[in-house]
């Protein structure tokens, strides 16, 4: 079935916002272990959620590991609007100083997934 214009700008590419886990966990479907660590009205970063092998979240928080992500439903990293690719980029250099400010850390590694 043909992607209609609408579905892609809205990131509906194989996954529709009801379904997907990061949706899920924004709405609050999900428990999100030490609630929300950064928010605004385009971001949303939060520890890891770690799943059991039966795929429930465990409650506790996963230290050593935020994830930061666009609060909008995207697929992919190409779906991201200027505005959201930046404000990620700023919130996860806010959130790297203030880790290292808190932590004894000498590095804070980055990886992007999407």
Known sequence: MAETDDQHRSGLQ???????????????????PGGFVWQDE??????????????EAVREVYLGHLVVEPRRHAAELAELTDAEASAIGVASAR????????????????????
């Open 14 to 32: 194989g996954v529709p916002p009801h379904a997907c886990f990061v949706c899920a966990k924004h709405r609050g479907d999900l428990p999100v």
């Open 42 to 55: 385009l971001v949303v970063a939060t520890h890891r959620i770690m799943m059991t092998p039966k795929g």
């Open 95 to 114: 959130l790297s100083r203030s880790l290292m400010s808190v932590l004894p850390v000498e590095h804070i590694y980055a990886m992007v997934v999407g």
